[in-house]
């Protein structure tokens, strides 16, 4: 019989010796460097070429026959990207300022994500679970939840397959909290997720149509900036009478601090705290759904940017962090067996997102000076030379209370927003189609007005990328007008 010598070290497991070993460290590193080869042929947009057609053309067919329908734009990528910049596989490259709906913080093909999944990709577990997990997992908690407790009392971390899954354990967290309590205060135009009680929650009639309607959902007007003071009052004054009228009957107040699919809508400070007062005297639970902002805003929690950290008992955040997450203070702590499933998430997703995080909270992207904020100056400046430029695409906006503004350009952070045509549902539709042609890809918010949406990957993207975007954006105007 032979033997091996075996490479255990007396202070390390196996597994650490492999992940620290100078050869595999090697080989992802060759890897890389041929990605990044790859990436630097992808330097602008460019139209797409005529002998790959064919193949865009039957993959999309593929598409529709094994979904049943046909995808929303004739998206289909290459495997290459270089930042803001795709290739998709009929050899077109394209500004990508939508991001799979601001999944891509860092856009595509970024190096040190990519190692950091090569890397994920050689532990012995491709899926983790809460059952059966490694370390990366415990990292990835403690990171947000130590992020959080820094302004607010939130606590643990229980971590989820998908927004709408934080979502779910987040509505179970404030419900066990409450009693039961059956009702939920949420705001018109919010966006939640696709299980069959959030896109009830959800302000989209569409997103429910065929659904049993079996969830109790009031609604409260968003913040209106024309009205201002009066649309907090008015608010507060909705949210009282709900208050009033189904006393201890609510196990929560749902809340985006920036509201992502209704429309980039912002408020300020002071509409949350009369709100959250309001709610916390009646002892019902403040949950802040960030799956959507977090990261994107001027700091990593939007709640921190508004000083709201005190209010919020349970908080949810997923896209760019790659694994999802519900966090709650020890107060909400949930009793066993109310939390779990099979997965979490892979283990890429835990590097790359452990990554992600540690770029964001090291890389100067928050604060009022960081690169975050520049960014939309940037947008700002841009947007609002555009439109100071093409007036008659840019007629005044009414709103569904019917009041008028000429504020076309809007957001925060990495959530921009642009409303030509008054907002007009077709003709955003077809500028969107264009603008996809012509090389930038965009989505849009809102339930009318409408609004073209950008998520942009705002890590890399820089504030003199928007010159040739706008420049696109010229030429697709001008079809649509
Ligand atoms: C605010 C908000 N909540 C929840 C979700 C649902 O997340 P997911 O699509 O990962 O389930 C989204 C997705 O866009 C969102 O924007």
Redesign the pocket.
Known sequence: MTTTTSAVSPTSTIGASLHANPAVDAAIKSIRAEVERAQRELSGARPPRAELKESLDSWLKRATEVRGRGPLYPYLGSGVGNGPLVELVDGSVKWDLING??VHMFGHGDADLIEASIRGSISDLVMQGNLQYNADAIEFGEFLANEAARTSRLKHCFITN??????EAALKVCQQKTGGAPRIIAFAD??????TT?SQI?DTAAYRQGIALNILVDYLPFYDPEMGQRSIDMTLWHLEQLIHRYPGEHCCLIA?LV???GGFNTAPREFFVALFEAARKAGIPIWD?????FGRTESMFCFERLNLGEYIDVV?I??ITQA?ACLYTADFNPKAGLLSGTFAASTSAFATGLSVLRRLKSGGYYGADGRISKLFAAYKEHADAFVAKHPAWFPPVTNSLGRTSKTVVAGHGGMMRLTPFGGNKEKIGKLLNNLFEDGVIAFSCGHGPYHLRFLPPVGVMKPEHFGPVFEIMEKSFARTA
Do not use: H, L, P, W
């Open positions: 709906i601001g998908s927004g709408c899954m934080a979502n919010c966006f939640m997720g696709r299980s959030m959800g985006e509201q992502g699919e759904d960030e799956v959507q902002t949810t997923g896209k999802c």
